[in-house]
């Protein structure tokens, strides 16, 4: 089972950067799939989340109104379109399958892909 993470890169505020999580191994298309981040220095962050259809999606705060999260269950893949990018926003970005109770807390997902950076400068 493997997650990959691809798309991040170096971009300047208000631009926009679409992340792509590519799973392989086995289907996720039963369980939800969540983005997160981290920082320097700081915890991982959870940034949003879509459950297994697509129906639904959770963000935090930070990022409302600025990313969406979608999936394409027939290409085992999830996506975070992130626009109006702020320097805040630089971090490493993984892609996680959720397996607990909780869509925030990271303790509650497995099969974490490598990360990807994403840069923004001011």
């Known amino acids: 089972v493997q997650l990959v993470d691809s798309g991040g890169g170096l971009v300047q505020a208000g631009g926009s950067l679409t992340l792509s999580c590519a799973a392989s191994?086995?289907?996720?298309?039963?369980?939800?799939m969540g983005w997160f981040r981290q920082a320097p220095g700081k915890e991982r962050e959870m940034v949003a989340a879509i459950n297994w259809d697509g129906s639904s999606a959770y963000y935090g705060g930070s990022v409302k109104g600025r990313f969406t999260i979608s999936r394409d269950n027939a290409k085992n893949t999830v996506y975070l379109q992130m626009n109006s990018l702020e320097p805040e926003d630089t971090a490493v970005y993984y892609c996680?399958?959720?397996?607990?109770?909780?869509?925030?807390?990271?303790?509650?997902?497995?099969?974490w892909g490598q990360g990807t950076q994403v840069t923004v400068s001011s």
């Open positions: 191994g086995r289907t996720f298309s039963n369980y939800i």
């Open positions: 996680a399958v959720n397996v607990g109770r909780s869509i925030w807390d990271a303790r509650d997902y497995e099969y």
